[in-house]
């Protein structure tokens, strides 16, 4: 019984042996598996960090293209870039190593460069009052039209306020088209970005300041321009046509108070910013295709007349009078459009 007995015990003790050495052989297959897997998801992390470094290049300067060598904790990043199609798709190569790793990892990506971010807000509206420290007044034979008339915006208010308030304020009046007709749309108007955007253009190069009798040029489709008035300004009949953005204004440290006196046959296309200016006065024939704002920074009534035959058309395709006009001193952000990626 003895003998038998030692000889299965050994027997059993050589099977464990060989199974502890599989798992132990398993166990460091896996071990070096799950490093690999590690630094390959590593090596990939840090290939599209290199994408994303090679964007900040290119877009703090146009003409750099690298190769560039970047050294990170743990590994390298080579990023270079390719402008496949001038100012439209450019193409990026990021190519990654981990320290101690066999293989690079390499990353490439186009991108769409087209479009830039917008400087002045979308238009919401014909006239947006962004206060309700208002005074109204619609008559004669003005309109106020949130109609599309182009074939390609949708419809919208033709007069937007902030609040029930506001809306009471401006009260049922059939001149005023759009949706909701003959009155008043409630919305959200933030009057901030207008803000920040008037604060950007005062004092520009490209910025014109008028007042009094202004008769000079007012922009064009293919130049438009900024104009800012910031006391009594009256635009003749020798003005027919102008593009691009208006701000009507307080005087700054003189407190003058900001008026527009718009008379004779005058078109303005594009964004026209009313600012802590407390006399809307539209009379005579003029049309603004685009969109008026009417805001204030300081605790003050604002009086709203509009009357004679003023039209005030809301035109989403005068936005990019609007915007063309910002974009000549005041820089937009790219936006980068990821079109594919092959790794």
């Known amino acids: ?43 990939q992390n840090l290939s599209h960090t290199g994408l994303q470094f090679a964007l900040y290049k290119f877009n703090n300067n146009n003409e750099w293209r690298g ?15 390719k402008e496949i199609t001038p100012d439209v798709l450019i193409e990026v190569t990021s190519v990654s190593k981990m320290d101690n790793a066999v293989n690079n990892h390499t990353t490439i990506s186009t ?27 619609l008559g004669g034979s003005s309109n106020i039209n949130g109609y599309d008339s ?29 949706t909701p007709e003959d009155e008043a749309a409630v919305g959200n108007i933030d009057y901030e970005p207008y803000a920040q955007l008037v604060n950007r253009l005062e004092g520009q190069p490209q910025t014109q300041t008028i007042s009094g009798n202004y008769k000079g040029d007012m922009g064009t489709q293919d130049d438009p321009g900024i104009f800012f008035v910031e006391d009594y300004t009256k635009l003749t009949g020798g003005i027919t046509e102008g593009y691009g953005i208006m701000v009507v204004r307080a005087g700054g440290q003189l407190d003058l108070e900001g008026e527009l006196d718009v008379a004779g046959n005058f078109t303005f296309n594009g964004l026209v910013v009313f600012e802590n200016a407390w006399e809307m006065d539209a009379k ?27 039209q ?18 005041l820089d937009a952000d790219r936006i980068y459009k990821q079109n594919s990626i092959y790794e």
Do not use: W
Request: with cysteine.
């Open 150 to 178: 182009t074939g390609k915006c949708e419809d919208r208010p033709g007069v937007q306020v902030n609040s029930e308030a506001g809306k009471t304020k401006v009260g049922q009046n059939e001149r005023i088209d759009g």
């Open 1 to 43: 019984m003895g003998r038998p007995m030692l000889i299965i015990v050994m027997g059993l003790l050589i099977a464990l042996g060989y199974t502890f050495m599989g798992m132990n052989s398993q166990k460091k297959g896996l071990t070096t598996q799950s490093v690999n897997s590690a630094t390959k998801a590593m090596a």
């Open 67 to 81: 190769p560039e060598t970047i050294e990170i904790e743990g590994g390298t990043i080579e990023i270079s870039l």
């Open 111 to 137: 991108y769409d460069i087209s479009k830039k971010e917008q400087l002045v807000p979308e238009f919401n509206s014909s006239l947006g009052i962004a206060t309700d420290d208002f005074n109204f007044f």
């Open 312 to 329: 005030l058309q809301y035109d989403c395709t005068a936005h990019q009078y609007a915007n063309l006009a910002a974009e000549k001193d």
């Open 284 to 310: 005579g024939t003029p049309t603004i295709n685009g969109s008026v704002i009417v805001g204030s920074t300081e605790d003050q009534m604002v009086n709203i007349d509009i009357n004679g035959d003023v």
